[in-house]
Nanobody, 123 residues
Framework: QVQVVESGGGLVQPGGSLRLSCAASGSISSVFAMGWRRQTPGKQRERVAS???????DYADSVKGRFAISMDNAKNTVYLQMNVLKSEDTATYFC?????????????????WGQGTQVTVSP
């Protein structure tokens, strides 16, 4: 089993900053990538940022230059530093980990998701 747990959400004023953390744990053999998506009521979950185990990052256009994703490979933990937050960044942020469990013929690769953490940007 793999567990993914987010933390760090909260209420912040426009222009402020927040840092989200997400740790993957359990029977993990390899972590290939981790990332964040966000969702608001009535809308589809949208891509925010991702990072591979080689350090290559990818960002949605809406957050480029304001958000920074990083990963501590030793801890299977990903961070999302969010700066210059806007009201439209308000959403539930979900972390995922793309990992391999097991080995040999028992190896299995899949995406695992956290429960989400709320980020609210409001005066």
């Amino acid at each position: 089993q793999v567990q993914v747990v987010e933390s760090g959400g909260g209420l912040v004023q426009p222009g402020g900053s927040l840092r989200l953390s997400c740790a993957a744990s359990g029977s993990i053999s390899s972590v290939f990538a981790m990332g964040w998506r966000r969702q608001t009521p009535g809308k589809q979950r949208e891509r925010v940022a991702s990072i591979g185990n080689n350090g290559v990052t990818d960002y949605a256009d809406s957050v480029k230059g304001r958000f920074a994703i990083s990963m501590d490979n030793a801890k299977n933990t990903v961070y999302l530093q969010m700066n210059v937050l806007k009201s439209e960044d308000t959403a539930t942020y979900f972390c995922y980990a793309f990992v391999k469990t097991g080995s040999g013929t028992a190896a299995y690769t899949d995406y695992y998701w956290g429960q989400g953490t709320q980020v609210t940007v409001s005066p």
